[in-house]
């Protein structure tokens, strides 16, 4: 028995019937004597029956799934449990990709014929490769050390890339009261698999529960996330959007709070000539080593000014406006920080 849980480290586990239960995040792990046959997988062949309406309509939600993250910047792809290689072929057929899988049952063989590149090896003997996308469709409930698991997608999975797990939603049906398959190891709630993936250095960017594997795992858990950013990189994207909306020096409008909270961090990368502001109480202030002015037409006229609120955003517009700034002076805090503009 683990000391720990393995997905969000408790140290509070109970047992619960063959079962070790976190009463944190309620992840649930089969006692050594209650898993299946070690190497199993290996040796199985044939496992999906291609012409089934089951395969069919989990084939049609995956293809989808993956289908929405692949645009310029998706160009190569890992399936982690590939099996015969039937999914990876539909999505070569319609998207200019790169397709690999890594497959340890005889199911390999198939894939092979399909794909551009096939391990029957574990993730962690595969060296030198980055993916922008690695997904995996019900895998990682098999494997009994989750955490060395997802230490190497994180590793195979790019900067920019991203990472599609779907697994049972503990049981896999809302009316089964504990997952009979010898062969899952764990069983996943949406809190637990969260855990697991932020402990293994993944920011989780969607999740959806329901999503259809078989008639008895009708609920599984799928999960986006990508590699979390350092606070470094964080702050250099974040820059870069100031460097791209404000190319030449610029005035800083308002000093309040979305000021000291966005803007006052990462100042002095910035090519900020005055701090304005229309309170007199402000005037005369010194912050960061600049002193606090009123909006002088003489001296700031034909300069780019950034609106630094975004509760007042409009009422300092307009004000601007008012004072003969035009709108093409003007950039916000808002379109900075709204990454769809």
């Known amino acids: 028995m683990l000391d720990t849980c393995p997905c969000c480290a408790s140290s509070t586990i109970i047992v619960h019937g063959n079962c070790n239960r976190c009463s944190q995040c309620l992840h649930q792990w089969r006692t050594p004597d209650s898993r299946g046959h070690k190497n199993y997988y290996q040796k199985l062949k044939n496992r999906n029956n291609s012409q089934s309406d089951r395969f069919k309509k989990k084939l049609v939600d995956r293809f989808n799934a993956i289908a929405s993250l692949v645009d310029d910047k998706v160009n190569n792809i890992l399936e982690v449990g590939c099996a015969e290689g039937i999914l990876g072929k539909k999505l070569k057929n319609k998207f200019d990709i790169s397709y690999d899988g890594v497959e340890i049952s005889q199911d390999a063989v198939l894939a092979v014929q399909e794909l551009d590149t096939v391990y029957s090896f574990t993730t962690d003997t595969l060296k030198g490769r980055e993916y922008d996308l690695v997904v995996s469709f019900h895998v990682l409930e098999h494997i009994e050390d989750i955490v060395h698991e997802l230490r190497q997608w994180h590793r195979l999975v790019s900067e920019t890339g991203f990472l599609l797990i779907e697994v049972p939603n503990q049981a896999g049906h809302q009316l089964l009261l504990t997952d009979g398959n010898p062969e899952h190891v764990h069983q996943f709630t949406v809190q637990s698999l969260a855990c697991l993936l932020i402990h293994s250095g993944f920011d989780v960017l969607s999740v959806t529960t329901g999503n259809f594997e ?128």
């Open 214 to 341: 078989s008639e008895v795992y009708n609920d599984s858990i799928r999960i986006i996330a990508k590699r979390t950013m350092s606070d470094e990189q964080k702050n250099q994207l974040l820059i870069e959007r100031f460097e791209h909306r404000l190319t030449e020096p610029f005035n800083i409008y308002g000093v309040g709070g979305d000021f000291i909270n966005y803007i006052l961090p990462i100042i002095g990368f910035l090519q900020v000539l005055d701090l304005l502001d229309s309170s007199p109480s402000q005037w005369g202030n010194k912050i960061s080593g600049r002193i606090v002015k009123k909006y002088n037409e003489q001296q700031h006229g034909g300069q780019k000014i950034l609106v630094a609120s975004i509760r007042y955003e409009s009422d300092i517009v307009e004000h601007l406006l008012t004072l003969g700034v035009s709108q093409e002076q003007i950039v916000t805090l808002g379109q900075i920080y709204d990454d769809t503009q």
